[in-house]
């Protein structure tokens, strides 16, 4: 396989989730050349794939906003930056020289950076697929729901009972001509929130059942679904969402030799890795106590993006001072005194 250098940066941000995202504009901040790299095509990782149209009620800040604008705020606050995003591009082989790090990609990239920062969540994620009718994908079957607006009149079923397959529900319920929640189990694993308005809304919920056929030429017109101990019943549907989660691999990152605990990333407090010069935060990060929300992504990878500016840059402070106080134009450098020029002799 062929490789081309494509980057050649600071800082090299793996994972374009919402913890990468901010992580590229603290990155800016502290004038580091980044560039954050995805293997899905569109930046903001789990909200993104899973969620953007819910409303996420804990960041800081906001008392509600929808997971698309949150992705979007975290764009725009990064872009004067300038950030280089690499997307639809998995990071597979790490190489360690002297001056840093070479990363390659699936795609047979190569992009050399002087320190990393993991922010790779749950790894590379994939969705389990429908038991039967997986045929259909691309054709009424789909696994997310990027844009609700494909879905106005639409005839509707939801396979799962977790968190993705009741907010999907809930939030195409206004829209839909008929929407059907079908889960295998006779308890959601949602949220108790959203099973209670799940509850309280017109959206037909079928428990201890399975979607059993799936019917259409070429696109799914009907599904056949079989609650436990009843004969099949057929339902109209021609948008089938199959939100029975994800298989999240990891896989590459595994083999880089940095120190891994039950599938998830160690760093110390600084958010340094086992790898001198290689950073983590966000999901991939674990450690006691940890609780794996946006918020703590966010302070996590501030923490880390900073101390990758200090190890990179020794002698000066991972304190970026308070930004209000000189906030630098993107690629100029913090004016003298500030906390991001040299760190006073102790
Ligand atoms: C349905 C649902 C609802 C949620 N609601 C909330 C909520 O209301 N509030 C809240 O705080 N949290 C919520 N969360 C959790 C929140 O989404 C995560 O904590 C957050 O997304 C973690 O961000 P991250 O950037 O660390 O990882 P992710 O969002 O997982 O992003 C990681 C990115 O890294 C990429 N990646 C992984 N490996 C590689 C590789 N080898 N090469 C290239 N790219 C790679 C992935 O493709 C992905 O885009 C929810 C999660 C789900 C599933």
Redesign the pocket.
């Known amino acids: 396989m062929t490789t081309a250098t494509l980057e050649n940066v600071d800082v090299l941000i793996?994972?374009?989730?919402?913890?990468?995202l901010y992580g590229a504009y603290y990155a800016g901040v502290r004038t580091l050349s980044t560039a954050v790299?995805?293997?899905?095509e569109e930046p903001g990782?789990?909200?993104t794939a899973?969620?953007p149209e819910?409303a996420?009620?804990?960041?800081a800040g906001f008392p509600a906003i929808k997971g698309r604008e949150l992705v979007e705020q975290l764009l725009k606050q990064a872009a004067p930056f300038k950030p280089t995003y690499m997307l639809g591009?998995?990071?597979v082989g790490l190489e360690r020289g002297e001056g840093g790090f070479a990363v390659s990609t699936a795609s047979g990239h190569r992009i050399e950076a002087r320190a990393i920062v993991i922010?790779?969540?749950?790894?590379?994620?994939t969705p389990r697929p429908l038991p039967t009718g997986g045929e259909y994908l691309g054709r009424g079957l789909v696994h997310f729901v990027p844009d609700p607006k494909a879905y106005e009149g639409q005839d509707i079923v939801v396979v799962g009972g977790g968190?993705?397959a009741l907010?999907w529900a809930l939030m195409l319920e206004p829209i839909a001509r008929s929407i059907t929640v079908v889960h295998r189990r006779g308890e959601f694993r949602a949220h108790q929130h959203s099973v209670e308005l799940l509850k309280r809304s017109s959206v037909r919920i079928l428990t201890d059942a399975q979607v059993s056929g799936v019917h259409g030429d070429p696109d799914v017109d009907q599904v056949e679904v079989t609650v436990k101990g009843s004969d099949p019943e057929t339902l109209p549907c021609t948008k089938l969402i199959a939100a029975l989660g994800f298989t999240a691999n990891?896989?590459?990152?595994m083999e880089w030799g940095i120190t891994i605990e039950k599938r998830q990333i160690v760093t110390d407090t600084a958010g340094a890795t086992s790898v001198p010069g290689i950073y983590a935060a966000?999901?991939?990060v674990d450690y006691p106590g940890k609780v794996?929300?946006?918020?703590t992504?966010f302070g996590e990878v501030a923490t880390a993006v900073n101390n990758a500016f200090a190890f990179l840059n020794p002698g000066k402070s991972a304190f970026p001072g308070h930004l209000s106080d000189y906030a630098p134009e993107p690629g100029e450098p913090a004016p003298a005194g500030s906390p991001t020029a040299e760190a006073p002799a102790s």
């Open positions: 793996v994972g374009a989730g919402p913890v990468g790299l995805d293997s899905l990782g789990q909200i899973m969620y819910k996420i009620f804990d960041v591009h998995q990071a922010t790779g969540g749950i790894g590379t994620f968190d993705s907010d990891l896989g590459p990152l966000g999901d991939i794996k929300l946006i918020a992504g």
